[in-house]
């Protein structure tokens, strides 16, 4: 089959960022299909620039964006890459199948415009549960706007083919819409064991970032936004300021860096470190040098859901995880015994938890094992990516 692939924040290895569209991709074009990426970037020269990665065609359209817009600038980027994508969409020829990935939610509107003007069918992705999301964080306020928004999302899962969401609460939210359990598969985020691995630190990597060689180092990666709860981490590492063997190390990007290098400066914590923002090699060395990886979220019960690129690469990395999340992370690094929960907006608590943890090594190398055999048995890529095909397959597109 020709596919089309949409999928707004579209990234390859070489690029900082999520990769599971890329992988997926990759399996189907080894299964035969031929794929093409429609996605976005505020950093190209000209309106659309085309290249080939790795056997991909990717279409890129110039769109304003970063995490620092306000909500309403926020909409008006994704309109624009909505429209945009439509037209660029609808250019191409003798498209089989479309597969739309949010989010944002607008990724449904050039699938859904497939459809009824081309007659292609389209497989949903949920990554997210828009407009939920926006609505329990106080994003979406206007009555309108959410009565128009949570219409929208109805009508993009009642016209998929088939629904991919990537969380047990993303699949329980889709089907509480209406749609038929039948129609729904949950596959989430993947691990990917041949990019995170445990192996010896890079020590030299250590002394270069001014990090001390024996301290317990505690590592956030990825976004750095609202959702992410990076208040409490900083809380947290305020009340672990004296214990000089505890570091704290963020790299990402995000609405939320400029707090942390302020909180850095004013509250004088030597402890923590914001590093910046790394492609996939670099982030697994840093990765590798830390005790511990953070899943945290901010306390709203929708961001229960989420199924983050964090989690699976840490558990790749066999890492024992710190989540603070009470849903299916918390049952996950509970059930495997590959981390532990620590009660959201409490700070005493992670404060209290880290220190037990540090002071448990056999504790945590056991966590570890239990992080990487999960990654290994259940999660990485080459099974979750032949599920992901597979799911494509059974539709039984005739081109």
Wanted: aromatic share 10%; net charge neutral; hydrophobic share 40%.
């Amino acid at each position: 089959m020709k596919i089309l692939y949409l999928h707004q924040y579209f990234k390859t290895p070489h690029t900082p960022g999520g990769t599971r569209s890329y992988w997926n991709s990759l399996e189907l074009m080894k299964n035969g299909h031929e794929i093409t990426v429609i996605r976005y970037s505020p950093f190209i020269d000209k309106s659309m620039e085309q290249e080939v990665v790795d056997g991909i065609k990717i279409i890129t359209l110039r769109v304003q964006y970063s995490q620092s817009m306000g909500v309403w600038q926020r909409l008006n980027s994704f309109v624009n890459f909505m429209f945009r994508s439509t037209i660029v969409a609808l250019k191409q020829k003798e498209v089989d199948f479309v597969i739309a990935t949010s989010t944002p939610l607008t990724i449904g509107f050039p699938a859904l415009v497939l459809k009824k003007f081309r007659k292609i069918p389209y497989l949903f992705e949920v990554r997210d549960l828009w407009p939920e999301v926006p609505i329990q964080m106080g994003g979406l306020k206007n009555k309108m706007v959410i009565k128009i928004a949570l219409w929208f999302e109805k009508t993009i899962y009642k016209n998929a083919s088939h629904i991919i969401a990537l969380s047990p609460g993303m699949e329980e939210g889709v089907i509480k819409t209406g749609i038929d359990a039948s129609k729904v598969d949950m596959i989430p985020n993947m691990s990917k064991i041949d990019k995170f691995w445990p192996r010896e630190p890079n020590m030299d990597l250590v002394h270069q970032l001014n990090l001390k060689p024996n301290s317990f180092k505690i590592i956030y990666f990825g976004a750095l936004g609202q959702a992410n709860a990076i208040e409490f981490i900083l809380d947290t590492a305020f009340l672990l300021k004296e214990h000089e063997d505890v570091e704290f190390i963020f790299i990402g990007n995000g609405s939320k860096q400029s707090l942390i290098e302020e909180r850095i400066k004013s509250q004088e914590l030597s402890n923590v470190h914001f590093l910046g923002i790394f492609n996939m090699e670099k982030t697994s060395e840093l990765v590798n040098i830390c005790d511990v990886s953070l899943v945290t979220f901010s306390n709203i019960p929708i961001l229960a859901t989420n199924s983050p690129n964090k989690l699976f690469d840490s558990l790749s990395a066999g890492k024992p995880l710190i989540v603070n999340s009470n849903g299916w992370t918390k049952d996950l690094v509970e059930d495997h015994k590959c981390g532990i929960y620590v009660e959201p907006d409490q700070p005493e608590d992670f404060k209290e938890k880290v220190l037990e943890l540090k002071e448990s090594p056999e504790l945590l190398k056991e966590m570890g094992v239990n992080s990487r055999k999960l990654a290994m048995e259940k999660y990485d890529k080459s099974i979750l990516c032949k599920q992901f095909a597979d799911v494509v397959e059974s539709l039984d597109i005739t081109p």
